[in-house]
């Protein structure tokens, strides 16, 4: 009998820990938390869509209970009463508003609370408070509501918009009869804003370094630094330049492949090099070189006459150390072309430029002092 006895002891004692397990549960999800729960009563007079027992309630935007229960109004059956259970520091007023607000456009539904007046606190004497909500609004309902408004707006607007429709038809036509004067006008209003029919981009001629018959082997070995050539801003560009015979200078579709300045730098430290003379640099190479040759372009161009020449006018001044000017000399060369066509005038601009690059080197020669 002693065994029977124990066993029918701990199956009560497990039942009963299981009950009251059971009911402390029920106790902290209907009736409040650890930290105390109120209820409150949100009543919705005419509906109350979308909101589902579990549903969060918030105060401010920070939430502090959620619905424990719906309920209808036995007296007014358009009426919902959903029972809140509520952190009891929360401050609810009396004169707290109440609202349905969904998170997001399709989100869960939820009660919102907002504001309120401390002087005027929650009567609990009587029971749960209520607090009657604003009306709330179903997003079906709201819907309808727009397409409504739509319906609405083109009915009333139907002859407004068929006179849009016809017009569009009849200015779809008028294009479609006159598409080739419509093209033109557009060409010719791109063009007058410096767009449209972009010229063709322009023939790439390159300035050959000349092989010249100056040798500048036995020179002294002094650092030569060809220092960034000076020009007039017309002369600074990649383009063949004109002087007509009214002297403008004129661009050509003729390009460089760079500006001219640049270029003639580059000429002449290959033009040195070619001769033999191993020591000269570009400005940025030598720190502290022993001579700067400063070159400045006066002119570099085809003089469009009735004999057209290629010019080319070197103003050079050789530099000491001490940043003294040494010597000076000013080299012009001109070659005859036979046109100012793009292949006849660069062949010119060759020939003029190889003259005057002998012309540099020979006065180099002479100019740069022994060490």
């Known amino acids: 009998m002693e065994p029977r006895v124990r066993y029918i002891i701990v199956g009560l004692f497990a039942l009963l820990t299981g009950l009251a397990g059971l009911a402390f549960t029920l106790w902290i999800q209907n009736k409040g938390s650890l930290r105390g729960r109120s209820e409150l009563i949100v009543r919705f007079e005419s509906a109350a869509p979308g909101l589902r027992t579990g ?179 017309t002369l600074d560009t990649q383009r063949l330049i004109v002087k007509t015979a009214q002297g403008q200078l004129s661009p050509q579709p003729v390009q460089w492949p760079d500006t001219i300045p640049k270029l003639v730098q580059k000429r002449v430290l290959q033009s040195l090099d070619k001769a033999g003379y191993r020591f000269a640099t570009g400005p940025n190479d030598t720190p502290t070189p022993d001579f700067q040759l400063l070159i400045d372009i006066g002119a570099f161009q085809i003089t469009d006459a009735q004999h057209p020449m290629a010019e080319v006018t070197l103003g050079v001044r050789l530099l000491g150390s001490d940043g003294k000017v040494i010597e000076r000399s000013l080299i012009e060369e001109r070659a005859p072309a036979t046109s100012t066509e793009p292949e006849q005038a660069v062949a010119a601009m060759n020939e003029a430029f190889a003259m005057a690059m002998e012309g540099l080197l020979n006065w180099c020669k002479v100019a740069i002092p022994a060490k």
């Open 55 to 233: 549903a969060p309630v918030t105060f401010n935007g920070v939430r502090v209970g959620e619905v424990r229960s719906l309920t209808f109004d036995k007296t007014n059956l358009s009426a919902v009463d959903a029972h809140l259970a509520i952190d009891r520091d929360a401050p609810i007023t009396a004169a707290t508003q109440a609202t349905l607000e969904a998170q997001g456009l399709l989100g869960a539904v939820y009660v919102s609370l907002a504001g309120g007046d401390l002087d005027k606190p929650l009567d609990r004497a009587k029971g749960a408070p209520v607090i009657v909500a604003q009306g709330a609004t179903s997003l079906s309902q709201q819907a309808r509501e727009a397409l409504d408004a739509m319906k609405s707006m083109v009915t009333d607007n139907a002859a407004p918009f068929h006179d849009i429709v016809i017009n569009a038809q009849s200015f779809a036509a008028a294009l479609g009869r006159n598409s080739d004067r419509v093209d033109s006008i557009l060409q010719g209003l791109d063009r007058s804003l410096g767009g449209g029919d972009k010229e063709a981009k322009p023939a790439l001629y390159d300035l050959a370094a000349p092989v010249l018959s100056v040798d500048l082997s036995d020179m002294p070995e002094a650092a030569l630094v060809v220092a960034d050539p000076t020009t007039v801003a």
